[in-house]
């Protein structure tokens, strides 16, 4: 499974990004999605989840202002981010759980996007 992210960019504080992340690829099922942030010099965290049957979760950071959504026809998942705040300023990255339609065992595999930067200006 691919996974490319797109929609950062650069952004005033107070303002709306939506990121997406297709995934791509054939002969898998994924059970969730899950965006995580790493901003410069620091760890990546978990900001958001979904699963396949489109249960949310959120860090307490987020939770109310960056809604993920789904769009199982498109392989899609995206982030809403609003009210962005400087210190939302990061690179975004995307983060599915699959298993493999040939994989007998149904063993959960990861994959990660290459990530977007999402800068936001006070």
């Known amino acids: 499974v691919q996974l490319v992210e797109s929609g950062g960019g650069l952004v005033q504080a107070g303002g709306s990004l939506r990121l997406s992340c297709v995934a791509s690829g054939s002969g898998f099922i994924i059970h969730s999605t899950a965006w995580y942030r790493q901003p410069p010099g620091k760890q990546r965290d978990l900001v958001a989840t979904i699963t396949g049957g489109g249960v949310t979760n959120y860090a307490d950071s987020v939770k109310g202002r960056f809604p993920i959504s789904r769009d199982n026809a498109k392989n899609t998942v995206y982030l809403q981010m609003n009210s962005l705040q400087p210190e939302d300023t990061a690179v975004y990255y995307c983060?599915?759980?699959?298993?493999?339609?040939?994989?007998?065992?149904?063993?959960?595999?990861?994959?990660w996007g290459q990530g977007t930067l999402v800068t936001v200006s006070s």
């Open positions: 983060n599915a759980n699959f298993v493999l339609d040939s994989d007998y065992r149904r063993r959960m595999r990861g994959s």
